[in-house]
């Protein structure tokens, strides 16, 4: 079975700041995806961006990055220049290389930007 | 509409009553799956339906969830005799299935806060 673990409940940084949301995961598969989501108040879920566990390469979305590190199943997000529309629910998944493949997801990180 | 669209929005109910929740997934979209994300935790694989293929029900917590899709569409999920643990956020997604070398991204809906008395 796969588990995604996100270590910090709660987290903060000021404005225009960076700031790093960790995971790990645990699993046997080679192929499979992970992602990082948005869940704002309004509880919409926004894909942020996603790593293809084949691709050794880091993913960058704008402001958003991942350190992903295979052998040691860690996946962690990079926000840049955060901004206050950034404060959020933010959740790990691990996805199955599978069609129908369903995701598993931490428990989340609740980040508050300050101004 | 443009995206996943759920209903109700927010549902209270008595302990014991049944409660049914809706999904409309996006158009063309041949994969559905409900999730369950509960006070302060991550989302939770219920169900997952692929066109005209059997369900996998392998997430659901017990024998009072279910769900149907029917014409390959609109979803329900229905929970029995609901208990206060059942208590949550009920969220759909939906995609395409273009087969297995090719990512499909799960699109999630607003969901239904379900709250048992």
């Known amino acids: 079975a796969q588990t995604v673990t996100q270590s910090q409940p709660e987290m903060s940084v000021q404005e225009a700041e960076t700031v790093t949301l960790s995971c790990t995961y645990d699993t046997s598969e080679n192929n499979y995806y992970l992602f990082w989501y948005k869940q704002p108040p309004s509880r919409q879920m926004i894909l942020v961006i996603r790593q293809e566990a084949y691709k050794q390469q880091n993913a960058t979305e704008n402001r958003f990055s991942v350190n992903f590190q295979k052998a040691a199943k860690s996946f962690s997000l990079k926000i840049s220049d955060s901004q206050l529309g950034d404060t959020a629910m933010y959740f790990c998944?691990?996805?199955?290389?599978?069609?129908?493949?369903?995701?598993?997801f931490g428990a989340g990180t609740r980040l508050t930007v300050k101004p | 509409g443009a995206g996943v669209s759920q209903s109700p929005s927010n549902k209270v109910t008595e302990k014991g009553k049944d409660v049914e929740l809706r999904c409309d997934p996006i158009s063309g979209h041949t994969a559905l799956y409900w999730y369950r994300q509960s006070l302060g935790q991550g989302l939770e694989f219920l169900i997952y339906?692929?066109?005209?293929?059997?369900?996998?029900k392998s997430g659901l917590p017990s024998d009072r969830f279910s769900a149907e899709r029917t014409g390959g569409s609109v979803s329900t999920l229905t929970i029995q005799r609901t208990q206060q643990e059942d208590s949550a956020v009920y969220l759909c997604?939906?995609?395409?299935?273009?087969?297995?070398?090719?990512?499909?991204?799960?699109?999630f809906g607003p969901g239904t806060r379900l709250t048992v008395l």
């Open positions: 339906f692929q066109g005209n293929s059997a369900p996998d």
């Open positions: 998944a691990f996805m199955k290389h599978v069609v129908g493949g369903d995701m598993r």
């Open positions: 997604a939906s995609s395409l299935a273009l087969g297995v070398t090719v990512y499909n991204e799960q699109f």
